[in-house]
């Protein structure tokens, strides 16, 4: 157990609709990542949030969004789904620095998003 | 982040060590050596850092070269649930913690 949590676990849903996926991090970690795991594209980088500023962001469409609240739990949005954004959806944390440990980061156990 | 290359897949038998190999030609100076695991259907795993020579924990050794061009995952003794993929990543101190770039990784399947 990373100490990260997400729900839902699976979330099956209809093309065109909008979801809303949950990730708390582990106590203390201000950073929170989040990730698409699908079989043709490989685990990508999505975006990433420190203390509730988006500090770095990766290959995200525009019909995704995140944020992340004062109690440092995120939230990826994801509107006018389509079938290719089913895959896994992970979210990770990171402790703040100092840390003796670069690009460690505990992953959450993800969301199963399936697109009808 | 430099670019990795890392065999697609590895076959093994249970109580044989097991090394998987990671190019990183373009490694920076500032750049540390990360191995991640990932089971099926779950969330990657950090397994071991390094920067030079050789680092040991409890699950696996990594071995990184005076060159540093390449390194060397080293499970010992493995068993079938060491079948996972396993990533090699390359990346630098300094400035923001970045994002992780996972290429395809390294599948192990471990036969008893």
């Known amino acids: 157990d990373s100490g990260v949590t997400q729900t839902p676990k699976h979330l099956i849903t209809a093309t065109g609709q909008r979801v809303t996926l949950r990730c708390s991090p582990r106590s203390g970690d201000l950073s929170v990542y989040w990730y698409q795991q699908s079989l043709d594209q490989g685990l990508q980088f999505l975006i990433q949030?420190?203390?509730?500023?988006?500090?770095a962001k990766g290959n995200i469409l525009e019909r995704f969004s995140a944020q992340q609240f004062p109690d440092l739990h995120s939230e990826l949005n994801l509107s006018s789904l389509e079938l290719g954004d089913s895959a896994l959806y992970f979210c990770?944390?990171?402790?703040?620095?100092?840390?003796?440990?670069?690009?460690?980061?505990?992953f959450g156990p993800g969301t199963r998003l399936t697109v009808l | 982040l430099a670019k990795t290359t890392q065999p697609i897949s590895m076959d093994s038998y249970e109580g044989q060590e097991v090394n998987i190999t990671c190019s990183h030609n373009?490694?920076?100076?500032?750049?540390?050596i990360t191995w991640y695991q990932q089971f099926p259907s779950q969330g990657p795993r950090f397994i071991i850092q390094g920067y030079k020579t050789k680092v040991t924990n409890e699950v696996a050794s990594l071995f990184i070269p005076a060159d540093r061009k390449s390194s060397t995952l080293s499970l010992p003794r493995v068993s079938l649930s060491d079948t996972a993929v396993y990533y090699c990543?390359?990346?630098?101190?300094?400035?923001?913690?970045?994002?992780?770039?996972f290429g395809k990784g390294t599948k192990l399947s471990v036969k008893p």
């Open positions: 949030y420190y203390n509730g500023e988006e500090r």
């Open positions: 373009n490694i920076a100076t500032n750049d540390y």
């Open positions: 990543l390359v990346g630098g101190f300094g400035g923001s913690q970045g994002n992780l770039i």
């Open positions: 990770a944390s990171s402790a703040p620095p100092p840390r003796l440990v670069y690009n460690e980061q505990f």
